[in-house]
C-alpha cells in the first residue's frame, strides 16, 4: 500500500528532519544510521517521545527513544536545568515532527500534527499492533556521547505514494521555517 | 363723267379691294390665331398629359412607397412585438437569477456561518485531550501498583524460598511445612508471570491509547484547518455576492 518510492521520500524527509532539528547548535555532529529490519521494533532506549502527524490516507508516528542518561542530560539541558529531560527531548521531537510535516504538506495538503508524549521504551515492540505498512530504525549519534534512537512508523489505510527530494541548499542553512 | 365713273368705279373697286384683301388680312389672321391657339392648345394638352403622366408616376411610386412603408412598418411591429417578448422572457430571466444570487448569498452565509461555527469542533477535541491525559495517568497509577504488587510477589517468592530452607533443617518434622512453602513459591512464581503479563498488557495499552489520542488529536487539527480553508473560501464568496448585490 506504501509504495518503495514513497518510503525512500519518507526516509530522505526525516534524515533531513533529523539532522536539521535533533542537534542544539547546527555544528554539532549528526550521524544517522539505519538499523536493519529486525530492531524496527525494538526498544532503543529506556524512553520514548511519540508524535503523530495523520493525514486522510495515513498517519504517521514519530518515535525518538532517549536515555536518561549524563551525557544527553548535559547536551540537552545545558541552559535550561528548570525542565526535564523528557521535556527538552518532547519540544525537539517536535520541532523535528514539525519539519516532516512541513515537507509533506506540498504532498499531502490535508495534514495534522499531534502533540508529543512521553512512554516507556518497553511500548515500542506494540508498534506492530498498529498494522504498520513501514517501520524504520535509526540509531542518531549527535556530538561525541549522546546515542538516541528513531522509529518511523506510518499506517496507511489508502495507497501512499510520492517521490520527494530534500532542497540540500536548505538543508545546509537549516533556515527552513517550520510553522 | 365717264372717267369719273372710271375713276369712282376704280376706286370703288379699290375700296372693295381693300376691303377684301382686310377681310382676307383679318380672316387670314384670324386663322393664324387660331391655328397658334390651337397650336397653344395641343402643346398644353401634351405638357398636360406629360404632366397627368409624371403626376400618374409619382403616385405609383408614391404608393409603392407607402406599400413598402407598410412592410416596413408591419416588420418593425413584429419585430417590436419580438423584443418585447424577449424583453420580458430577459426580465423574468434576471429576476430569476437576482432570486438565485440572493439564494447562493444566502447559502454563501450559511456555509461561512456554519463553517465558523464548526471551528468550535477544537473544544471537543480539547475534551478528549484531557479524557487521554486521564487515562494516561490512570495507566500510569495502574504501573505503579503493578510494580508495587510484582515487588511483593518477588518478595513471597524470597519468603517462601526461605519457608522451603527452613523446612528442610527441621526435617521429618517440617515436612508438612515444606509442602505449603512449596505451593506458596509456586503461586508466587503465577502471580510474577501474571504480573508481568499485566505490566506488558499495560505497556501496549500505553501504546495503543497514545497512538489513537494522537490520531484523533493530529485529525481533528487537520479537519480544524480543513474548516477554516473552508470558512475562509466561503466568506469571499459571500463577500463577491455582496459586493455583486450592491
Known amino acids: ?179 | 363723267m365717264v372717267d369719273q365713273y372710271v375713276i369712282a368705279a376704280a376706286l370703288a373697286g379699290v375700296a372693295w379691294g381693300a376691303l377684301a384683301g382686310l377681310f382676307v388680312h383679318r380672316w387670314w389672321y384670324r386663322k393664324r390665331a387660331a391655328a397658334q391657339r390651337q397650336t397653344t392648345v395641343d402643346a398644353q394638352s401634351t405638357a398636360l398629359a406629360q404632366a397627368e403622366e409624371r403626376h400618374a408616376a409619382e403616385v405609383r411610386q408614391h404608393e409603392q412607397q407607402a406599400r413598402e412603408l407598410h412592410a416596413l412598418v408591419d416588420t418593425l411591429r413584429d419585430d417590436l412585438a419580438q423584443q418585447s417578448v424577449s424583453a420580458e422572457e430577459a426580465r423574468e430571466a434576471l429576476n430569476a437569477l437576482h432570486l438565485q444570487k440572493d439564494e447562493w448569498l444566502q447559502q454563501a452565509t450559511r456555509l461561512s456561518t456554519e463553517a465558523g461555527r464548526l471551528r468550535h469542533l477544537s473544544a471537543t477535541f480539547e475534551r478528549w485531550h484531557e479524557q487521554m491525559i486521564s487515562l494516561m495517568s490512570q495507566n500510569h497509577d495502574m504501573h505503579a501498583k503493578n510494580n508495587e504488587l510484582s515487588s511483593i510477589v518477588r518478595h513471597v517468592l524470597i519468603v517462601s524460598l526461605n519457608a522451603s530452607i527452613e523446612a528442610a533443617r527441621a526435617g521429618a518434622a517440617g515436612r508438612g511445612f515444606s509442602i505449603v512453602a512449596s505451593e506458596v513459591r509456586s503461586l508466587a512464581a503465577r502471580s510474577q508471570e501474571l504480573s508481568k503479563s499485566y505490566h506488558d498488557s499495560l505497556n501496549r495499552n500505553d501504546l495503543i491509547t497514545t497512538a489513537t489520542f494522537q490520531d484523533i488529536q493530529a485529525g481533528g487539527k487537520m479537519i480544524a484547518a480543513s474548516l477554516a480553508s473552508v470558512e475562509a473560501l466561503a466568506g469571499q464568496i459571500q463577500s463577491r455576492l455582496e459586493q455583486a448585490t450592491t
Request: proline share 3%; with cysteine.
Open chain 1, 1 to 179: 500500500m506504501i509504495s518503495q518510492q514513497a518510503k525512500d521520500s519518507i526516509e530522505r524527509i526525516f534524515l533531513y528532519s533529523a539532522r536539521t532539528r535533533l542537534p542544539v547548535d547546527s555544528s554539532d555532529a549528526c550521524d544517522i544510521t539505519a538499523l536493519d529490519a529486525q530492531q524496527a521494533n525494538t526498544a532503543l532506549a529506556s524512553h520514548i517521545v511519540v508524535l503523530t502527524i495523520s493525514s486522510i490516507a495515513f498517519r504517521f508516528l514519530l518515535v525518538l527513544h532517549f536515555n536518561d542518561d549524563q551525557a544527553t542530560r548535559d547536551y540537552y539541558l545545558r541552559e535550561s536545568e528548570e525542565r526535564s529531560l523528557a521535556e527538552a527531548l518532547m519540544e525537539v521531537g517536535n520541532l523535528c515532527c514539525g519539519a516532516i510535516n512541513q515537507q509533506l504538506v506540498e504532498f499531502f495538503p490535508d495534514l495534522g500534527m499531534s502533540t508529543p508524549y512521553q512512554l516507556s521504551g518497553a511500548c515500542v515492540p506494540y508498534l506492530t499492533e498498529l498494522k504498520p505498512g513501514y517501520l524504520a530504525a535509526f540509531r542518531v549519534s549527535i556530538g561525541a556521547n549522546v546515542q538516541l534512537g528513531a522509529t518511523l512508523c506510518i499506517c496507511a489505510s489508502s495507497p501512499v505514494d510520492f517521490v520527494a527530494y530534500v532542497n540540500e541548499a536548505e538543508e545546509s542553512t537549516g533556515e527552513l521555517e517550520l510553522f
